[in-house]
């Protein structure tokens, strides 16, 4: 993590991509500072200093998930977000709670090998279309050697025929040619690896181990691909590159990072949480996944096939609505390994008139950019953004509260009819207002019982 990034220029950088909710952005801010402070100390005193995991307790839709997409963004780390209905116990029927270390190791690997592929790029790009020019201009591979020579050993190098100097020149001048892009736009029928065979590795490790060694010793696939000349360059320079890749190095970077940096996100916590003192049903299950949850987010040591992966130092990050249940009804030895506890708040007109503008990702610099595909020069008024506002914050008040999701309902409803004439309009600008988007919506806002099926 960057020495720079104080707490301050954190919640900063997560104010240009998410509206309000400062208390949760503190939070994370001094959890992810704490990290680096840790990392700063002797050996011995940082073993013992382990991440405080967090509980964001709010309704959905006001940006629990995106606070934690933004931090791993920030700081490099590998990230990975895991839905805990998606857990049963020890495996049965769903998946296995080990998954979850075994993907954040994958997402490391991932992002190593990104790394260590862009530092070979200029490599791989030559040998990307020295193999093109081969495929689209072969050299005639003459065999000249006798048995004798083919039995006794390889004809030394100053003895291979030289290649015909203006032959010579006029592949260089191809391959010049094919660097410039100025064949980009023909079509050539390459070889890509098949990177679907053997892909369907499930959660078992043993079953892992097994598809990799059988991976290992089986010969490559390949399949012909017809494609441009520009993307043959791009799919042969990743498999340059990947190739150029110390994959024994990457992984045990990999696991390092995943074990330090590493940060998991355990969404919809709240769904497991089973009622106290309920006996028997499916509330037994819940807890079974919460008791298989526990010893991962309390510090264990999981088996991947990168090696083996301590958890003491991944920071968790779980989410919840608590509509129903509530924090204390999950088990008490889960609760305490979540020590900060932030509660975000619901979102209301004001926020919604925000998120439509200010965000780097605002929603209608979303709409603007795809409709100017088309040609049209998108613009809404102050009123117009207001009366969204407005709908969107009674709708989610007098039906389910589903946060700043309700927008994106809104606005496809209100813009469906310009959208669906924007490659045949004449009047490429359009502007929309106040009067429109209640045109658009008024009579479903009016009966809130069509509201529930269409906003």
């Known amino acids: 993590m960057d020495s720079t990034l104080t ?25 992810l500072r704490n990290r680096w402070r840790a990392a700063q100390l002797p050996q011995d005193i940082a073993r013992e ?9 709010g ?9 934690a997409r933004r931090i791993a963004s920030l700081t490099d780390a590998p990230f990975v977000k895991v839905e805990a209905t998606k857990y049963t116990e020890v495996g049965y029927v769903g998946r296995d709670v080990e ?54 050993g390889e004809r030394k190098r100053d003895e291979q025929p030289a290649e015909d100097p203006e032959k010579a020149e006029r592949r260089a001048w191809f391959l010049q040619r094919l660097r410039n892009g100025e064949l980009d736009d023909r079509t050539v029928e390459i070889e890509v690896r098949d990177k679907g065979r053997l892909s369907g590795m499930g959660d078992n490790e043993n079953v892992n181990q097994i598809s990799q060694m059988l991976s290992s010793m089986m010969p490559k696939q390949t399949k012909k691909k017809k494609v441009t000349v520009r993307m043959a360059k791009q799919i042969l320079t990743e498999e340059a590159a990947d190739d150029m890749v110390d994959m024994d190095l990457a992984a045990d970077r990999a696991v390092k990072n995943a074990e330090e940096h590493g940060i998991i996100f355990i969404d919809e916590i709240d769904k497991v949480a089973g009622r106290r003192g309920a006996s028997g049903g499916p509330d037994v299950s819940r807890e079974g996944v919460q008791r298989d949850i526990l010893p991962i987010v309390e510090g264990a040591t999981v088996k991947t096939k990168y090696g083996m992966v301590k958890t003491d130092h991944i920071l968790f990050i779980a989410a919840g609505a608590f509509h129903v249940s509530k924090p204390s009804d999950l088990i008490p030895e889960l609760q305490g390994r979540f020590p900060i506890r932030v509660e975000l708040q619901s979102l209301g007109r004001e926020e919604f008139r925000r998120i439509l503008t200010e965000p780097r990702q605002a929603l209608i610099r979303q709409y603007t950019a795809l409709l100017s595909a088309e040609g049209i020069s998108l613009r809404f008024t102050e009123d117009a953004l207001d009366a969204v506002a ?15 999701r309700r927008l994106y309902t809104i606005l496809e409803r209100v813009l469906e009819d310009i959208s669906f004439d924007a490659s045949d309009r004449e009047d490429k600008d359009v502007v929309v207002t106040a009067d429109y988007v209640r045109e658009k919506l008024g009579t479903i806002t009016d009966n809130m019982d069509v509201s529930h099926y269409i906003l």
């Open 7 to 31: 707490p301050r220029k954190i919640v900063a950088y997560l104010d240009e991509y998410i509206v309000g909710q400062q208390a949760a952005k503190k939070s994370v801010a001094v959890a």
């Open 49 to 57: 200093i382990i991440p405080k995991n967090i509980l964001l307790i």
């Open 59 to 67: 309704p959905t839709g006001v940006g629990k998930t995106e606070i």
């Open 99 to 152: 998954s979850m270390v075994r993907d954040l190791v994958e997402e490391a690997v991932r992002l190593e090998k990104k790394k260590d592929a862009a530092a070979h790029g200029k490599d791989a790009e030559d040998a990307a279309i020295q193999k093109l020019g081969e495929i689209m201009w072969p050299t005639k591979k003459t065999e000249t050697r006798n048995p004798m020579e083919i039995i006794f």
């Open 390 to 404: 407005d709908i969107a914050a009674r709708v989610n008040r007098e039906t389910e509260d589903i946060g700043a």
